[in-house]
Structures are given as C-alpha cells and as structure tokens.
C-alpha cells in the first residue's frame, strides 16, 4: 500500500455483484476502492453511486461535461451522462464518484 500511496482509512472493500465487468471482474470478486480518487481519470473503474445504486463502472470523459459508464461486458449498454447529472450530491445530482477500483482479488 505504502508502495503506491494508498492509505488504509481511505479504503474500503466491497463485494462484485453480476456480470457487467466481466471478463475484468466477476461476481463474488472483492475489490478495494480507494474513496480518497474521486478525480475522474478517463479510462479507470470507479465505483459510482447513481440513480439509488452502488455500480462499478469504467468512466470515459466527453466533451461538454459529459461523461460514458462502460461495462466491460458488451450485452450491458453504456450509460450516457450529461452535466445535469454530475453535479455535486450537496446540489441535489444524481451521480456521486464513491472511489477508484486500486485492487481486486478473484477466488478460484
């Protein structure tokens, strides 16, 4: 952890549930978020809370404040958000960044 600047008050570890991330995560995998990277780094998996869920996405910035959520698995459409959505949770948004996905562990 010391390694790659991760500090333990600012991780927490949470269960995979479905197959959205699959073949890069599975359900049942754990993975450990980092709640202190809530910077959007295009490209990264995050753990995003919206619309009344917890879902573990890749983010692809767009122009125009908007932004992709991609599952890895292609049967799961992206889901398309624009700036009305990406407000602040303080400001009533409907999409809050929990953390970046820095780990992950897959039981055989």
Known sequence: ?????????NLAVITVKGD?????????????????????????????HFSDGLFVKRIQRLPGDRVLLISSNSRYSQIHLDHT????????????IVGRVVASMHEW
Request: hydrophobic share 30%.
């Open 1 to 9: 952890m010391e390694r790659r600047n991760l500090k333990p008050q």
């Open 20 to 48: 959205s991330m699959e073949p890069d995560l599975f359900d049942g995998d754990r993975i450990v978020i980092d709640r202190s990277q809530t910077r959007l780094d295009d490209g990264s998996i995050y753990a995003v």
């Open 85 to 96: 959505d990406l407000v602040s949770d303080l400001d009533g948004g409907s999409f809050k």
